[in-house]
């Protein structure tokens, strides 16, 4: 049987999502989990598949993976959660034709960037992210890994204002390495009033014009789903969510207390 799996990470700690030697990584402890309740013996053996990598630092809401195996009644969200950290959970999982890959099966991708927002021009960003939609060449909002080509679709980029934070959502159909920390590096410097409308046009036509951008911060960046033709039945645990909701509960808590100490140590009050 095949089995896919919605999961959901704190990238904060991890060295990215793909497995790679020495170093901490989402799909190492995944792994590790799925081959400590036998699940699967070997990734290669189960055919696993992940509908995208994530860079070091990045989080995600509903990253999809799927793979094979003979042990379906174990493959569920409540039982793989007990081997893992509790920066990673699984939260919903659906059986799958044994065809489906997670990643070549994904029709589109919704990524979204959350900042402070106090010192942008909203509605400047608003007008040029309208430059973005469409499919484009977007070689300068990216960093080379080897890809064959740069041209993207992007279906929707919206911003909104929520009190001093500000929330950039993109989606389309699949993105390149850094495309979107570049693309909201991009729209900030627009915002600030360092660039404007024409550069972000310039910079959609990396035949005639090109220039390195930085990327944004990881840590804004969340991967909050992936969508697919197929009519996936996905069974939500709520137990897990559950669980989630209280671990995630307290990590808020203690980060607001840790932002009061630092602000004691800043004003000395």
Request: charge should be negative; charged fraction near 25%.
């Amino acid at each position: 049987m095949r089995v896919a799996l919605k999961l959901a990470y704190i990238g904060t700690e991890y060295h990215g999502s793909q497995i790679q030697p020495n170093v901490e990584t989402i799909e190492k402890e995944l792994f590790k989990a799925l081959r400590n309740l036998r699940i699967i013996e070997s990734p290669k053996s189960a055919n696993y598949t992940c509908a995208g990598r994530t860079d070091a630092g990045v989080h995600a809401l509903g990253q999809v993976v799927a793979f094979d195996t003979d042990k379906p009644n174990l493959a569920i969200p409540r039982i793989i959660n007990s081997e893992l950290p509790p920066s990673i959970w699984a939260w919903a999982h659906a059986v799958v034709p044994y065809d489906f890959d997670a990643r070549r099966h994904a029709v589109s991708r919704h990524y979204r960037y959350v900042m402070t927002g106090e010192e942008y021009d909203i509605s400047k960003m608003r007008e040029a992210s309208k430059l973005l939609l469409g499919t484009h060449d977007f070689e300068n909002f990216s960093r080379s890994n080897g890809e064959k080509s740069t041209v993207r679709t992007l279906e929707r980029v919206s911003i909104r204002v929520d009190g001093n934070i500000t929330k950039i959502d993109v989606i389309g159909n699949s993105f390149l390495w850094n495309m979107v920390r570049k693309i909201v590096t991009a729209l900030s410097m627009i915002g600030k009033g360092v660039r404007d409308k024409d550069w972000m046009a310039q910079m959609l036509s990396p035949d005639i014009y090109e220039e390195g951008i930085e990327l944004a911060p990881a840590y804004g960046l969340t991967l909050m789903g992936v969508n697919y033709e197929e009519n996936i039945e996905w069974i939500e645990d709520n137990y897990s969510l559950r669980r989630a909701t209280d671990q995630n509960a307290k990590r808020i808590l203690r980060h607001r207390v840790m932002a009061e100490v630092l602000e004691e140590l800043i004003y000395h009050e």
